[in-house]
């Protein structure tokens, strides 16, 4: 097996290998894996994909976190080996950290991660831990130091996404509740549009609303990420 073949495996599905480590102590993944896979969209095909599923049109809640669920619990169980869902929480599995360790993520001066290919639209969908030691390609080279003048941290016009500070939830959502937000709430986060690795990556807008959606529907201000308000924990990536 290699991650080049479960990486084709994954795009027939929608979505797409954005990293892989070997685990270490401390890196709190499931007991037995020696490799652990990080599955994110991979656009464009990834939004059809998702709006052809049931999950989509059957009115339950929190339809991707399902679709997450059931695509990747398949390849998992295909490839002899069990799935972590992100939004499996809390305690929710430590899905940054496990960025990082893959080389391919990295903190951005915005907080948020950015990575070499999906710059700041990353996000994951899940993760699949193997059994055994799969080689691993080369960590890519951080793309912040080089970047021009650092867009990504001015582009937010209420400044809730800043270099230094934590994001300011509450300010965003207020802005985002208004006429002026309406580029936000239906083309995604500016700041992470303006990062110039994020906009070679062809998602689309309908993507970008929908999670933009579930962010102010399931998580309003205030909600301490620990509360799981009545299995409320929605989808925004
Ligand atoms: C809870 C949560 C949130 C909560 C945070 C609540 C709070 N009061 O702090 C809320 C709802 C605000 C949130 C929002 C978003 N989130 Co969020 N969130 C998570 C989640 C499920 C758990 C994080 C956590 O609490 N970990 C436990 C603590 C102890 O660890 P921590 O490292 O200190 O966690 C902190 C950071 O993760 C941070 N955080 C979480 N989301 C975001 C988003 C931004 C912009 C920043 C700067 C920080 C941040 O808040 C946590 C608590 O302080 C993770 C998935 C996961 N399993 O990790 C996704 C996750 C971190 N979020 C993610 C994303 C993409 C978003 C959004 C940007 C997506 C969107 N468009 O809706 C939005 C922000 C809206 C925007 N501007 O576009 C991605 C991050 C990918 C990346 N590029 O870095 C993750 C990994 C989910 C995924 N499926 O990939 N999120
Ligand atoms: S969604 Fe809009 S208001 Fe919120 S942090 Fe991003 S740019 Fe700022
Ligand atoms: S805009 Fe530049 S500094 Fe910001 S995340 Fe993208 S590459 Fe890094």
Not at 58 to 62: G, T, V
């Given at each position: 097996m290699s991650l080049a073949a479960l990486d084709r495996d994954a795009r027939a599905t929608g979505l797409a290998i954005r990293g892989a480590f070997h685990p270490a102590p401390g890196d709190a993944v499931p007991e037995g894996a020696g490799t652990l896979i990080l599955l994110g969209p991979d656009e464009p095909g990834f939004w059809p994909e998702f709006r052809r599923s049931p999950e989509y049109s059957?009115?339950?809640?929190?339809p991707l976190d399902r679709w997450s669920r059931r695509v990747i619990g398949a390849l998992a169980a295909r490839w002899g080996s069990m799935a972590v869902i992100p939004a499996d929480g809390p305690p929710w599995p430590p899905f940054l950290s496990w960025a990082a360790r893959s080389g391919q993520a990295f903190p951005s001066p915005i907080g948020l991660y950015v990575h070499a290919r999906a710059g700041l639209w990353i996000s994951y969908r899940g993760a699949v831990a193997l059994p055994g030691r799969l080689e691993l390609p080369q960590p890519s080279a951080p793309p912040c130091p080089a970047c021009a003048g650092h867009p990504c941290a001015s582009a937010c016009p209420v400044g809730a996404l800043s270099t230094g500070a934590p994001y300011d939830i509450a300010r965003c959502q207020s802005y985002l509740r208004t006429e002026a937000g309406r580029d936000c709430r239906e083309r995604g986060c500016l700041a992470r549009r303006a990062c110039p690795i994020s906009a070679t990556l062809p998602r689309q807008d309908e993507q970008s609303a929908f999670h933009m959606a579930a962010f102010m529907e399931d998580w309003p201000t205030g909600t301490a990420p620990e509360t799981d308000r009545a299995g409320k924990k929605g989808e925004p990536a």
């Open positions: 059957d009115d339950a809640p929190h």
